[in-house]
């Protein structure tokens, strides 16, 4: 495995996510930021959390460029289109299960069905995270293949 | 349909100085733009019967009176009816009104109805229409996480212990509170995040906390004359009215409440214009909001450095211009004045005066211990070069008609005050490099061209224009910026001739005179710089107060002036509460409290020579 290769691209491959994700938050197609709401687990002040939540987002980003780097390993090749389906795929898992998980693991999201308390009082995402405004999943798929596309067209496995 | 009408004086302001909601005396938010002062509207019912609101009333006959808890912008409606009383109360929590280990909405208003006395059937009505009742929404129920007004990514949560019931334009509850119950209800709003919800348990919490961050606030507020109530309630409204983030300070939180009912002249005032900058400054330092008068100066410098050196009348909250004026159409508007106007076209007017506006406010912040940075001072010296090329200019002027440029006197005053302080700044060691020769020889080509050709030697008085005879009540500012004694003869001649052309009764001022069939309402602020032009030395100090007083209760019931009374009926006109009305107020409080100081030390050293 090619370290650098893996550090530089998982970077760039998360940053350019990442700036979609926000672009769409600035643009009004969705309320999504995979950044805050993984900082609201440190800190309820919104500010902190979302420069805690960016550096987890990016430690993130390597770790999943690392699934993505050995399955170009296991399978021999990478290329854009293995990255692209491979960032479909990853965009599907985040949305559906991803997203249904994260109520009953983060401290301060709240869970439909017991409501409100003191502590959790961030929105939850809902199915395919449709509450955070009805662009997110595509805007997220979206997001996950330029992720892949990256990873898999500058990753090379030679 | 709404039968009838709310007086806009019959509204009151709540807000936490990012944004603000006007609500009427039935307990209804009939205006609200989130997440600041000029985004679209979510409650528009004060421009449209259908364009939105947010009601918590009796729905048994009452009688309602309201104030704010002391020292807060916290409202308190209480509902007299035949079976009780409830009391509601109306706030947006401040954002430093953070619980521990709670996160904050984006923005948040917290709504609590108390019953004091007896048995009161209430209702509650929220009718959402955002962005100016022009984007589709949807309205879900969500259980225990309340109903959901969603409008494209952006959402709008309504929590409540009114039992809701939704409907596809609407959600409506009905309960019946007996003494000593409450019932709590909140609105958040989330634009760009996650939402975040605000539990109904932490409404109380947030209350007392919010309470005491106003009381916290005002208490730094250093006046101490007779008119501290009428001074501590304008600040609070201007402190509503700064935009926290940028230091900013919006002319009003509304646009299109008309100068003139069923007319056309409605505006759009949820910008910042350049033309109160030196009175914002002024006012800010003088009452101790040192902070505030701070962060204004430092938006002011960021925002005039973006266009500089041309300035431009007025910018958004950032700083930015302003984008281009459209109208609301299908909204009838206030009593049906329309248009309905977003945005503002007077950003693309020429102003000279906002040159000596904004040197001036930098004079003041020097003058209370502020530096300038190189960069700045580059920019002030621009400015200095604009005037000198510009000052011969015709330009629109204070007021903003929208008709032919003209020599405005004001103007040419404002270009003079410019160089003047330059000159001073100069001189102080604080304003480097500057061509003083050139400023010194222009200040006196435009003292010599207003006192030749602005001076009518006819009406005995200073004129509106250059070889003209109308009046302009702005002239009564030709003493605050220096040009002139305020007991020189000529500006004591200038003092009659005012009161006699632009006297709309009792101490109420037109601000120019009006062509002949036109109608318009008497401009509030004119009347605070008559009284404070009188206290400065143009009259006695017993005048100065009576002028002030008789001001006074032109405000409405909680002490909140909008633009201009109608001198038939008193009742306010225009947009509302407007900044520049309460400026007024306070730096005219401020000139009484000093030459009453001057007056008291006087009698003292005579006292003590005898």
């Known amino acids: 495995m090619n370290v650098g290769a893996w550090l530089l691209w998982g970077f760039a491959a998360t940053v350019l996510l990442t700036t979609l994700m926000a672009a769409g938050q600035g643009l009004g197609y969705t309320r999504m930021s995979i950044p805050y709401m993984l900082g609201a687990a440190f800190t309820p002040h919104r500010e902190r959390a979302k420069v805690a939540g960016f550096f987890v987002h990016l430690v993130n980003g390597w770790l999943f460029a690392l699934v993505y780097i050995a399955a170009f390993h296991t399978l021999g090749r990478s290329g854009v289109v293995l990255g692209g389906l491979m960032g479909f795929v990853h965009a599907a898992f985040v949305l559906t299960v991803g997203m249904r998980l994260v109520p009953g693991m983060h401290p301060r999201m709240a869970v439909e069905e017991q409501g409100l308390s003191e502590k959790r009082q961030l929105e939850p995402p809902g199915f395919l995270a449709l509450n955070y405004g009805r662009a997110t999943p595509v805007w997220t798929t979206v997001a996950h293949l330029i992720y892949g596309l990256v990873l898999g067209g500058f990753y090379s496995v030679g | ?610």
Not at chain 2, 341 to 369: C, K, M, P, S, W
Not at chain 2, 494 to 517: C, D, K, M, N, V
Not at chain 2, 570 to 589: D, K
């Open chain 2, 1 to 610: 349909m709404r039968e009838t009408w709310h007086s806009i004086d019959d509204y009151a302001i709540i807000g936490n100085c990012r944004s603000a909601a006007l609500v009427s005396r039935t307990g209804s938010i009939d205006w609200l733009c989130w997440p600041r002062f000029d985004s679209p509207s979510v409650f528009g019912r004060l421009l449209d019967p259908e364009g939105g609101s947010w009601s918590i009333a009796p729905t048994v006959p009452y009688r309602s009176t309201r104030r704010y808890l002391p020292e807060t912008n916290v409202l308190e409606t209480t509902f007299h009816c035949p079976g009780g009383s409830v009391r509601l109360l109306d706030f947006m929590p401040l954002q430093g009104a953070r619980l521990d280990d709670s996160a904050v909405p984006e923005q948040e208003i917290v709504r609590i109805l108390v019953c004091d006395r007896g048995e009161v059937p209430v209702t509650l009505r929220y009718v959402p229409r955002p962005h100016y009742g022009m984007k589709r929404f949807r309205l879900r129920e969500r259980g225990r996480l309340g109903v959901r007004t969603e409008a494209g990514a952006e959402l709008f949560l309504l929590e409540s212990e009114f039992g809701l019931k939704v409907a596809p334009d609407g959600v409506s509850g009905c309960a019946t509170l007996r003494a000593g119950e409450r019932l709590r209800s909140t609105l958040v709003h989330a634009s760009q995040w996650p939402a975040v919800f605000s539990p109904l348990t932490q409404a109380e919490q947030k209350l007392d906390q919010t309470v005491s961050g106003w009381r916290a606030w005002t208490l730094r507020l250093r006046f101490h004359g007779p008119e501290r109530d009428w001074v501590v309630r304008s600040a609070l409204v201007l402190r509503l009215l700064v935009f926290a983030p940028s230091g900013a300070v919006v002319g009003a939180p509304t646009t299109s409440l008309p100068e003139r009912v069923g007319a056309d002249l409605n505006w759009d005032y949820r910008y910042c214009w350049l033309r109160d900058a030196s009175m914002t400054v002024r006012a800010l330092f003088g009452i101790g909001c040192g902070a505030e008068a701070d962060s204004f100066v430092s938006w002011l410098l960021h925002a005039t450095r973006l266009t500089r050196p041309e300035l431009r009348v007025l910018y958004d909250v950032f700083g930015n211009l302003p984008r281009g004026e459209r109208e609301r159409t299908g909204w009838s508007g206030y009593r049906e004045s329309r248009p309905v106007r977003l945005g503002n076209a007077a950003d693309n007017q020429l102003q000279l005066d906002v040159y000596g506006e904004v040197i001036d406010a930098a004079t003041h912040f020097i003058a209370h211990g502020g530096e300038f940075d190189p960069e700045t001072e580059r920019m002030l010296r621009a400015f200095g070069e604009y005037v000198c090329r510009n000052w011969e200019q015709p330009d629109e002027g204070i007021w903003e008609p929208r008709g032919e440029r003209r020599r405005n006197t004001h103007s040419l005053v404002l270009c003079w005050a410019a160089l003047d302080r330059l000159l001073k700044l100069a001189r102080g060691g604080n304003l480097h490099r500057a061509p003083l020769e050139r400023f010194a020889m222009n200040r006196e080509m435009i003292r010599e061209v207003i006192e030749s050709r602005a001076w009518n030697e006819q009406k005995r008085s200073y004129v509106a224009t250059l070889d003209g005879d109308g009046m302009d009540a702005a002239l009564l500012l030709m003493p605050w910026y220096g040009y002139i004694a305020p007991d020189h003869p000529r500006m004591q001649s200038t003092w009659q001739f005012l009161r006699r052309e632009l006297g709309a009764g009792g101490s109420l001022l037109y601000r120019y005179r009006l062509p002949p069939g036109s109608r318009e309402g008497a401009f509030g602020i004119c009347s605070f710089w008559a009284a404070e032009y009188l206290a400065a030395g143009g009259g006695s100090l017993d005048e100065a107060q009576r002028w002030f007083d008789a001001v006074l209760p032109h405000a409405n019931d909680l002490g909140l002036f909008g633009e201009e009374i109608d001198p038939t009926t008193g009742r306010v006109l225009g947009n509302f509460p407007q900044a520049f009305t309460h400026l007024g107020l306070i730096s005219a409080a401020l000139r009484l409290a000093e030459r009453r100081g001057v007056e008291t030390g006087a009698a003292d050293e005579t006292r003590r020579r005898a």
